[in-house]
């Protein structure tokens, strides 16, 4: 299964200079988050690819205009082509307004969603739009991961986490690919491809 994560920064490759062929043999777009919801609709109306996303922490206008034809996973647990994704979208909370919250407000998100988990008996893709504590977030508030991630990477050992917020263009130290335990994590700051089943992940990004 090939997969295209999308964050922060709407690819001009994709969108301005559209060609269906270049997402040919891809299987899912997860967005991350603080995308516009033209962006993500007419990628999956043009591509003809699902889209599944959660909210950024400058996503407040989805509630008047939500992406149409994709699906929101902010807060659930979905299942695609036997792939399941967990979503929790926001950033840690440095003013007032929507999808941002306190390690205490995520953690409370988190626990509504302890059944939904041993239901599916865990997750495969965890979609969120802040990066996990001191993994490749920034030292600032607004840009500092959630503790949780880590525990939830601890415990239920998904493939991959899939983030968005922290931009590739901040500085050079910011990394598209890490690894904690056994989970392979993904900055899809503007756009990434990678393949679900690839052994040597570092080789097949792109």
Not at 115 to 128: A, E, M, Q, V, Y
Not at 139 to 155: A, C, T, V, Y
Request: charged share 25%; glycine share 6%; net charge negative.
């Amino acid at each position: 299964m090939k997969i295209l994560a999308i964050a922060d920064e709407e690819s001009k490759y994709l969108w301005d200079y559209y060609e269906r062929k270049k997402l040919e043999g891809v299987d899912m777009i997860l967005s991350a988050g603080d995308l516009s919801s033209e962006y993500l609709s007419f990628l999956t109306t043009m591509y003809a690819i699902p889209v599944f996303y959660v909210h950024g922490n400058h996503d407040d206008k989805y509630k008047i205009k939500p992406p149409e034809g994709c699906i929101c996973v902010d807060d659930d647990l979905v299942v695609y082509q036997g792939v399941r994704i967990l979503g929790l979208g926001g950033s840690m909370r440095y003013r007032p307004g929507d999808n941002q919250f306190t390690d205490k407000e995520m953690h409370a998100r988190i626990r509504k969603l302890w059944f939904k988990i041993l239901l599916h008996r865990g997750f495969d893709i965890l979609l969120t739009h802040a990066p996990a504590y001191q993994l490749n977030d920034g030292r600032d508030l607004p840009h500092q991961g959630f503790q949780d991630f880590l525990k939830l990477m601890e415990k239920h050992h998904p493939r991959f986490f899939v983030h968005g917020h922290v931009h590739m263009t901040y500085d050079h130290q910011q990394k598209r690919y890490d690894k904690y335990q056994d989970t392979h994590i993904i900055n899809a700051y503007d756009r990434c491809i990678f393949d679900y089943e690839a052994e040597n992940l570092l080789q097949n990004l792109r």
